[in-house]
C-alpha cells in the first residue's frame, strides 16, 4: 500500500487484481471471504444496476470520488448483512456466507 494515498500502486498486479472474485460463486453472487466479496460487488461485469448512477453524464467530473465512495460502502454493507447467506436467521447456508446481490430473489 502506498501510504502517502492509503492506495494499492495501480502498477502492482503481483498479488490480486481489481474487481477479483477469487473464491466466489458468481452465479449465486456469493462469496467465501468478504473482502472478495466486495471486490466483486464493484466489478462492472456483474450488472449490478443498484450501484449505477442515474445520471446519464458519462463525463468525469467533481463527483466521480463521490459515486466511487457510495459505491464501496453499498457493496460493503450489502456483503455484510445479506440475509440470502443465513438460514433461521442464526445458521449459514453454506461457506459461501458473503452475499452481493442487492435484489433478493424469492
Do not use: W
Amino acid at each position: 500500500m502506498d501510504h502517502s494515498t492509503g492506495c494499492c500502486p495501480k502498477n502492482d498486479t503481483s498479488k490480486f487484481q481489481q474487481h477479483t472474485c477469487h473464491s466466489c460463486q458468481i452465479d449465486e453472487k456469493c462469496c467465501k471471504i468478504y473482502e472478495f466479496c466486495v471486490s466483486c460487488c464493484l466489478s462492472p461485469n456483474n450488472n449490478n444496476p443498484d450501484l449505477d448512477n442515474n445520471n446519464d453524464n458519462n463525463q468525469l467530473n467533481s463527483n466521480d470520488n463521490k459515486e466511487a465512495i457510495r459505491k464501496f460502502h453499498i457493496c460493503k454493507e450489502s456483503c455484510r448483512t445479506s440475509s440470502r447467506s443465513v438460514i433461521n436467521e442464526n445458521v449459514y447456508r453454506s461457506n459461501y456466507k458473503y452475499c452481493f446481490d442487492l435484489k433478493v430473489k424469492s
